[in-house]
């Protein structure tokens, strides 16, 4: 995403917009002008949020990232293939689960030997719309944070790509299919198309909930709380991190910009080691927010309309009303998504194959 676009759009959020719902009604109930009113309100609610969160795609492509049937399919049973990991008992989906809105549910989530890492595991839908991966945006895109875990002796454990790819050409059924995913390539099974795989799956993963369809120009989409609210997360400034197609993921911020949020996690200084990126991290994405607690880096709040208010507080340095505090979570909660339970289907993996390595508790 340009710093062009992102400009424009954060200008975007002093427009002035009409509340929600236009002028009071009276005893009698709206008029034909009120009525008009309203849609009016409705219709630049509308055409402001567009503009500042923009459409979202049906896949989030790109142009390195060649996409095909076979790759999707291929990077889909990796996706679910708990022999990835050292012990053959957890998988992508272990902690990013597609039945349950791409995350686990847990603040941290338990890898090899029922160890934590140090960080929330942020749900794997429309991740690729990010600009990074991780909350520390080590990574540039799904496909190489799709090889991180698997050899990370935390999570899954592998002792080395080479052992995973040793796991890989051991199935037998695994052969035809990567051939078929990458045609030309002399030996295909390799620890980098497996994470090409992965992230052909994972491009796929986008989640189109009400918001969508009232940007588009549906303006009954939203309800007359969930627009307000949004007029609120706009009026408020929460868009100044939470904007693009994901409402979020294309930015980094300090946690505690206004004021101070107590935590140990140094966050992305720990990849650049410049002082300015102390305690920063990649802004998350809100789709699907109210179904992917707890929340934060730490998953320490449990609660979403908790995290909204802490957000007002350590980011923009408001207190919230209790009014715009539900109001906005109003809003939040129609960002819950549509997920294609057919795309995330549990496939049947090929069988292991005689030289296929035993699992490995140690």
Known sequence: MSSRWILLATSLLVAPLLAPGGARADSHGPGAAEL??????????????????????????????????????????????ARLSKNHDISCNSCHQLDNFGVDS????????????GRNSPTSL???????????????????????????????AMPSPEAAVQVLRSIPGYKSLFEAAFPGESQPVTYDNMGTAIGAFERGLVTPGPLDAFMAGDLKALDARQQKGLSSFLA?????????????????????????????????????????????????????????????????VKKLSDAVRLMGHHQLGIELTKAELGDIVAFLESLTGKVDTRYVARPKLPASG?????????
């Open 126 to 156: 429309n991740a690729a719309l990010h600009v990074t991966q991780f909350w520390d945006g080590r990574e540039p895109d799904v496909e190489a944070q799709a090889k991180g875990p698997v050899t990370n002796p935390i999570e899954m």
């Open 354 to 362: 005689p030289d296929t390595p035993k699992p490995d508790p140690s």
């Open 236 to 300: 408020r400034g929460c868009a100044s991190c939470h904007l693009g197609p994901a409402l979020g993921g294309t930015l980094y911020r300090k946690i505690g910009l206004i004021n101070a949020y107590e935590t140990a996690d140094k966050g992305r200084i720990e990849v650049t080691g410049a002082e300015v990126d102390l305690y920063v991290f990649k802004v998350p994405s809100l789709r699907n927010i109210a179904k992917t607690g707890p929340y934060f880096h730490d998953g320490s």
């Open 36 to 81: 008009s009113t309203q849609a009016l309100s409705a219709q630049a609610l509308s055409s402001q949020a567009k503009a500042i969160f923009g459409p979202l795609p049906d896949v989030a492509s790109a142009p390195n990232r060649p996409l095909s049937s076979p790759r999707v399919d291929l990077g889909r049973m990796l996706y679910y293939d």
């Open 106 to 117: 847990e603040p941290t989530s338990p890898g090899h030997k029922g160890q934590r890492g």
